[in-house]
């Protein structure tokens, strides 16, 4: 088996699509929306080919206090810990919260943790 694709449900799908796009580098399909249900979606795809669907639906409600039982974060594997600087640096630089490192982790990751607009933690990896 291996991950097909992640979903995460947005509040303002056309902003976090654009963040995902210009922040993460990633590319946009074609927005789907079923109007029977009040839902749409895009998936995103990064250039290794995996992928992110962003989903809005008026009646999902926003993120309780964190943390929360449910998925934790998005890890992203940039390849080096050169990259993990450089990003986390880029990101902070672009005003994007940098919420903990780059560090090495009790576990052994070297990491920092970001976070997008809505509050989803996006943890940058080796």
């Known amino acids: 088996m ?4 992640l979903a995460i449900w947005v509040g303002d799908l056309e902003a976090m699509k654009t963040w995902y796009c210009e922040i993460l580098g990633m590319k946009a399909g074609e927005r789907y929306h079923n109007p029977k249900k009040g839902f749409s979606s895009y998936f995103l795809s990064f ?3 995996a992928r992110i669907e962003l989903m809005h639906r008026s009646d999902v409600n926003p993120r309780g206090n964190s943390p929360q039982i449910g998925y934790a974060h998005i890890a992203l594997s940039l390849g080096s810990k050169v990259e993990v600087d450089e990003k986390t640096a880029e990101f902070k630089q672009k005003g994007i919260p940098v919420l903990d490192g780059p560090r090495t982790t009790g576990d ?7 976070q997008d607009p809505e509050g989803n933690l996006i943890e940058l990896t080796i």
């Open 47 to 49: 250039e290794s080919g």
């Open 2 to 5: 291996k991950i097909e694709h």
């Open 108 to 114: 052994g990751y070297y990491e920092s943790v970001i």
